[in-house]
């Protein structure tokens, strides 16, 4: 087979270092000649927000941070970032807090550093999301994407496991939706496989020792390559059920992530059996589905979307939102039909290699 295809490589400054972020943020608010910092930041992240603001000529801090981005809460954080004339957004937290500030960015161009406190790997994609009435768009726009990332293992340290674990596996999402998502490439698919690696080596060295540094630091690296590869290769069937499923139905993230993954895959994988024998590979198991399977138990993963609150009757209605939203190039062609038994596997917590196609056999 020859090779061809066209890879967009997104251009951004990268820096790792574990206990650094405090300094790191300083300097890079002096590198860019910011004057007026609008900090984004939870309460959570108060005692590093004081910090980072300590050293600044004028700043000013929005704290609303609401999961999903709503309209309203993006609206306020514009008009504050307006009315102070902010020249540099600095967020502090979460997917949901690097989402707000993309929301910023997205209509006054404002660059961003960002320094992320989970594995959402939101700050290292040019995609932004917005909830209005119930719906979540997303989009693509270069100006939301951070132009500096600060990764300091040491801020996720305080992720309760449970939370590390399914935030982990929602960046393990990106790796493996990457491998058969729309614009999937040799060079996403590379760096999916080493994210894979080094996420589960790192969740595992979390739930082993959760005060163990080492763990972080591999997740939060693993992290970086998952979302650069999830930015390249754009969103597949697993997303697209996870975004239907976050912004319609309200449900949490990360556990919406690490609880459809697996089904995703049984019904994906051997359709493309080179992508399948890569994710084998990487969990140093016989195939994809079983690595992940492994892993999941491992990370004592959430298990059902029933256990964080979708109900059974929501299954129909969130199967033709789905249906719309699945790219039409997901390598196993596809159904409402299939769509729903999909859900309903997930709802109940039910065996996900009954999804695949040898599951299927009679
Ligand atoms: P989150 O930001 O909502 O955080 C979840 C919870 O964890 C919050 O209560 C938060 O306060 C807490 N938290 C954050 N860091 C912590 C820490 N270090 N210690 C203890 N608690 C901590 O959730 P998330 O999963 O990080 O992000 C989800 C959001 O990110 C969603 O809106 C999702 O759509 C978005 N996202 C966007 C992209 C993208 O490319 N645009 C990629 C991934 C996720």
């Not at 990457?178 to 595992?204: F, K, M």
């Not at 769509?339 to 999804?355: D, K």
Request: aromatic residues 4%; glycine residues 10%; negative net charge.
């Amino acid at each position: 087979m020859m090779l061809g295809f066209v890879h967009e490589t997104l251009g951004q400054r990268v820096r790792f270092g574990t206990g650094t972020a405090r300094e790191a943020v300083r300097e890079e608010i002096g590198l860019r000649g910011a004057h007026r910092v609008l900090v984004v930041s939870g309460n959570r992240e108060t005692g590093l927000t004081d910090d980072v603001a300590k050293g600044l000529a004028d700043s000013i801090r929005f704290s609303e941070i609401v999961q999903h981005v709503p309209i309203a809460s993006a609206e306020r954080a514009r008009k504050v970032a307006s009315e102070f004339s902010a020249d540099l957004i600095v967020c502090i937290g979460g997917g949901s807090t690097t989402g707000l500030a993309k929301a910023v960015a997205l209509t006054t161009g404002i660059p961003i550093v960002a320094v992320p406190t989970t594995f959402a790997g939101s700050e290292a994609t040019n995609v932004w999301g917005l909830t209005e009435a119930s719906r979540k768009a997303t989009g693509v726009d270069p100006r939301v994407l951070p132009s500096v990332v600060i990764y300091d293992a040491e801020l996720t340290m305080s992720l309760p496991v449970d939370l590390a674990a399914s935030s982990g596996l929602n960046a393990l999402a990106h790796c493996v939706d990457s491998l058969w998502a729309p614009r999937t490439d040799p060079i996403n698919q590379a760096l999916a496989v080493e994210g894979i690696r080094a996420l589960s080596s790192g969740l595992r060295g979390i739930v082993a020792d959760p005060t163990a540094v080492g763990g972080y630091e591999s997740a939060l690296f693993g992290t970086y390559l998952s979302a650069v590869a999830f930015a390249s290769s754009g969103s597949g069937m697993h997303h697209k059920i996870c975004h239907v499923l976050g912004g319609t139905f309200n449900l949490p993230h990360a556990p919406t992530h690490a609880i459809v993954l697996p089904y995703v895959t049984a019904f994906n994988a051997e359709a493309v059996p080179v992508a399948n024998a890569r994710l084998a590979a990487a969990f140093g198991s016989l195939d994809g589905l079983s690595g992940l399977e492994a892993l999941r138990t491992d990370l004592s993963a959430p298990r059902s979307l029933a256990s964080i609150g979708l109900k059974e009757s929501d299954i129909p209605h969130a199967a033709e939102l789905c249906l719309a939203a699945i790219p039409r190039s997901n390598p196993r062609p596809f159904g409402l039909a299939d769509v729903e038994r999909i859900l309903t596997a997930a709802w109940a917590g039910s065996p996900a290699v009954e999804l695949s196609e040898k599951g299927n056999a009679p």
